[in-house]
Nanobody, 124 residues
Framework: QVQLVESGGGLVQAGGSLRLSCAAS????????MGWFRQAPGKEREFVAA????????DYADSVKGRFTISRDNAKNTVYLQMNSLKPEDTAVYYC?????????????????WGKGTLVTVSS
């Protein structure tokens, strides 16, 4: 079992930055590919970013490429999402996800573990 707890959400003005963190329980964090997803009000959950087990591979949604950076610290069992140049359309609940397979994280279906989310609100 892996428990994921997100933090770092909040209210920020457009153009600002936030860093989200996702702390994972257990001693097997390095066995999981990790991802960030988001769900805006009235919309379906969408993929934001993913990182492989050792951090050597990353992928991003086109909408955040060049603005967001995913990283991980396996010694701290934590994955991060640095969000810069935030836009009002980035407003959403952001979820952390973990799965043994990188492809599954990219696809967003059948993911083993999800956090409960943290709200990011970007004002114009």
């Amino acid at each position: 079992q892996v428990q994921l707890v997100e933090s770092g959400g909040g209210l920020v003005q457009a153009g600002g930055s936030l860093r989200l963190s996702c702390a994972a329980s257990g001693r097997t964090f390095s066995r999981f590919a990790m991802g960030w997803f988001r769900q805006a009000p009235g919309k379906e959950r969408e993929f934001v970013a993913a990182i492989s087990r050792a951090g050597g591979s990353t992928d991003y949604a086109d909408s955040v490429k060049g603005r967001f950076t995913i990283s991980r610290d396996n010694a701290k069992n934590t994955v991060y999402l640095q969000m810069n140049s935030l836009k009002p359309e980035d407003t959403a609940v952001y979820y952390c996800a973990a799965d043994g397979t990188y492809r599954t994280v990219l696809d967003g279906y059948g993911i083993d573990y999800w956090g409960k989310g943290t709200l990011v609100t970007v004002s114009s």
